[in-house]
């Protein structure tokens, strides 16, 4: 809105709406550019371009709708402009409290360029990491600390860890021996036999697992992380502080966000975060995934051990199948990453 006249503004070529005033009485308007009148306008750049290769200011670019509706489509409507300036930086006040997020990965989400939100410290943290960054970290790193996928023995009950079809696949690529002769050597990998090692030992039949078995127990060990995760428990982030809730605290402490002060304030100046984030279970889901996963692994290898080692994935792929793609179900259905792609 006009809160003077326009010859009373010194600054008039940095501000849009008295430019886009100052235009509307060139072009022969009588009335709309008065003290106390709201100008209508819209930050536009020209057809073919983007603000980011505009070399114009902001209030070079503004135009009133009638001139956008005369200019046969000259000018058109900087989205970009409006996703960064008025879009993000609400998001980003509304998705503070929501463990996980960043302003560089909601940009990411927008369409925005995530490199002009990065945080200034070198210091990158893994809950703040954007999903490329992950991607790219050994696997070692990626999934330290997940829970292990544990199988329970159909025959002797014993609750044994599932290593991952990759590591059986690794053993079988160590050279020097036949494939054939390995898988009967080095019968102690789940893989090999079905069963736990206890049941190899005394030769037991019937702990050998079935596709089905397999399959039930990977996806309640996720149903398990997943449940976990609605439980919305929530701690503060305090060491010398034990206070968990499943609730929400709104009071607002000076410029602190509503709903992350912790109760006992101010004995302690902690803040209430997600004891197990969206972070958590996504990694946890992709790691079900990774340990359910050789193929990757084998299009690594040199064509003439890869050979082989596919006709022995083959036999147990039946196997893996099923499990693998109920838990790559479960973890395309997380939202964490609904915007990477």
């Given at each position: 809105?006009?809160?003077?006249?326009?010859?009373?503004?010194?600054?008039?070529?940095?501000?849009?709406?008295?430019?886009?005033?100052?235009?509307?009485?060139?072009?022969?308007?009588?009335?709309?550019?008065?003290?106390?009148?709201?100008?209508?306008?819209?930050?536009?750049?020209?057809?073919?371009?983007?603000?980011?290769?505009?070399?114009?200011?902001?209030?070079?670019?503004?135009?009133?709708?009638?001139?956008?509706?005369?200019?046969?489509?000259?000018?058109?409507?900087?989205?970009?402009?409006?996703?960064?300036?008025?879009?993000?930086?609400?998001?980003?006040?509304?998705?503070?409290?929501?463990?996980?997020?960043?302003?560089?990965?909601?940009?990411?989400?927008?369409?925005?360029?995530?490199?002009?939100?990065?945080?200034k410290t070198s210091e990158v943290t893994i809950s703040g990491s954007s999903p490329s960054l992950l991607s790219a970290m050994d696997t070692d790193d990626r999934y330290s600390g997940c829970e292990p996928l544990r199988f329970s023995c159909p025959s002797c009950s014993r609750t044994f860890e599932c290593p991952s079809v990759s590591s059986w696949a690794l053993m079988l690529s160590s050279t020097g021996i036949p494939v054939e002769s390995r898988v009967q050597k080095k019968s102690h990998n789940f893989w090999c036999r079905l069963c736990c090692s206890k049941c190899q030992e005394e030769g037991e039949v019937r702990g050998r697992m079935t596709c089905a078995m397999i399959a039930n127990q990977v996806k309640t060990q996720a149903n398990k992380f997943i449940s976990t995760y609605y439980k919305g428990v929530m701690t503060c982030d305090d060491e010398t502080c034990s206070y968990t809730t499943r609730g929400l605290n709104l009071r607002v402490v000076g410029d602190s966000t509503g709903g992350i002060i912790c109760p006992n304030y101010p004995q302690c100046d902690g803040h209430i975060v997600r004891k197990y984030t969206e972070v958590d279970l996504h990694r946890q889901l992709a790691y079900f995934c990774h340990i359910l996963d050789a193929v990757w692994f084998i299009e690594k290898l040199e064509l003439k051990v890869r050979i082989p080692l596919q006709k022995e994935l083959a036999r147990i792929q039946p196997m893996v199948d099923l499990a693998a793609s109920n838990v790559k179900k479960l973890r395309n259905r997380c939202a964490y990453w609904w915007g990477s792609d």
């Open positions: 809105m006009l809160t003077k006249p326009l010859e009373a503004y010194p600054d008039a070529k940095n501000q849009p709406h008295v430019q886009v005033a100052l235009r509307l009485r060139e072009a022969g308007y009588l009335s709309g550019f008065s003290a106390g009148d709201t100008i209508p306008y819209i930050i536009c750049c020209e057809q073919g371009t983007t603000s980011s290769g505009s070399s114009a200011g902001i209030a070079d670019r503004a135009r009133h709708p009638d001139e956008m509706k005369r200019s046969n489509r000259t000018w058109m409507i900087d989205i970009d402009y409006y996703l960064a300036q008025q879009i993000h930086p609400l998001v980003s006040r509304l998705c503070a409290p929501i463990q996980g997020t960043n302003p560089a990965h909601l940009a990411n989400c927008l369409g925005v360029d995530p490199s002009k939100f990065q945080p």
